[in-house]
């Protein structure tokens, strides 16, 4: 995956003698939605395509297939949430750098962020785990949905309600905690989170 800007527009920047402008991370969600789309497809149409592995038989090929199709479509459906949710017009963003800046004048402890009503992202994550029952692994999109109803700040400032299987995962990524192609309980094989690689990022001992 091409990566941007790279040592070309790097290289622009220095002969143009010009100063790179601060990157907008919604932009970049954008951006990383968008490749990761279209990765998803390249992958799905080359599994689709290519001739059946010696010893495997054609249920493997279209499990493979199911898998890379649901994660294509969620990353679709991502993709289309971060084209319809509006940014803030320029006059909107004036307004709230003017804001910001009285704030601090008059007190710089005024625009803290208020106490959180929910736990941290890992607390809430075996909340969820515990309030399904405590299954040995839970699907990616289902602790996301779970986790979107939270209040509050999930990390990196971003909301429980914003969250998203991608974001939920570079929150987790610190953690030590990766999602597996796990068959679930109810026969799905999804992309999922495992209680005790969660219970391991809490520093809870899983052998005693």
Not at 25 to 35: E, G, K, M, W
Not at 81 to 101: G, K, M, N, Q
Not at 149 to 170: C, F, K, M, V, W
Request: aromatic share 4%.
């Amino acid at each position: 995956m091409t990566i941007f800007p790279n040592f070309l527009d790097n290289f622009a920047t220095t002969l143009l003698g010009s100063k790179p402008w601060e990157e907008n991370p919604r932009h970049r969600d954008l951006l990383n939605v968008f490749t990761e789309v279209q990765d998803l497809e390249q992958r799905l149409l080359a599994a689709m395509t290519a001739p059946p592995q010696p010893g495997a038989g054609a249920a493997e090929q279209l499990e493979v297939c199911t898998d890379l199709l649901i994660e294509r479509l969620a990353a679709g459906h991502e993709l289309s949430l971060l084209l319809s949710t509006p940014c803030l017009s320029a006059a909107e963003v004036a307004a709230a750098d003017d804001v910001f800046r009285q704030c601090l004048e008059e007190d710089e402890n005024c625009c803290q962020e208020p106490a959180e009503p929910a736990a941290n992202l890992l607390e809430a994550c075996l909340n969820v785990f515990t309030e399904l029952g405590d299954p040995y692994a839970v699907a990616s999109a289902d602790l996301v949905e779970a986790l979107r109803h939270l209040p509050g700040i999930a990390g990196n400032q971003r909301r429980y309600s914003d969250l998203t299987q991608a974001r939920l995962a570079e929150l987790l990524a610190p953690h030590g905690m990766r999602t597996r192609d796990i068959t679930l309980p109810d026969g799905r094989r999804r992309k999922s989170y495992q209680r005790d690689a969660l219970l391991t990022a809490m520093g809870v001992c899983t052998s005693c």
